[in-house]
């Protein structure tokens, strides 16, 4: 999962719900209009699971978000802001989350949100950010 000697995670821009780990559709751009949701997609790699107890392993993530203007001014930021999880009879080496961000209320311009994700099952951290760019409808 990258920073943390964790092997790494990184997002990408998508329109819509993808439908399944690596079943999704791009975003066109970085460009999306005033009220379009901010759809990000990512696919963790290098993260633990832990026995939960009931015959099942846990794994995922706690999500912290940060955006700023293109020039550095932290707009808004929230640290545990969501916790992605499931369990299963495996150890699953292949998960995928979706991050949904609504900008409705931002003015037209440019921003960067960049998204830490937290290993549920053990002290690792990965970070990626994406650049994007509100535009008027």
């Known amino acids: 999962m990258g920073e943390d000697a964790a092997d790494g995670a990184s997002g990408s821009l ?6 399944g780990y690596g079943l999704y559709d791009e975003h066109a751009s970085s460009e999306f209009k005033k009220g379009e949701r901010v759809i990000a997609y990512a696919e963790p790699v290098g993260y633990g699971w832990k026995e939960n107890g009931k015959g099942l392993f846990e794994f995922g993530f706690v999500v912290d978000f940060q955006i700023k203007s293109r020039d550095g001014e932290v ?11 499931t369990e299963s009879h495996r150890r699953n080496v292949e998960f995928f989350i ?13 921003y960067i949100v960049t998204y830490k994700l937290h290993d549920i099952a053990s002290d690792k951290t990965a970070s990626f950010e994406m650049p994007f760019k509100l535009v008027a409808s």
């Open 14 to 19: 998508h329109k819509g719900e993808p439908r």
């Open 75 to 85: 707009l808004a930021e929230e640290e545990n802001f969501m916790r992605i999880a």
């Open 98 to 110: 979706v991050l949904k961000l609504n900008m409705g209320r931002a003015p037209p311009g440019d």
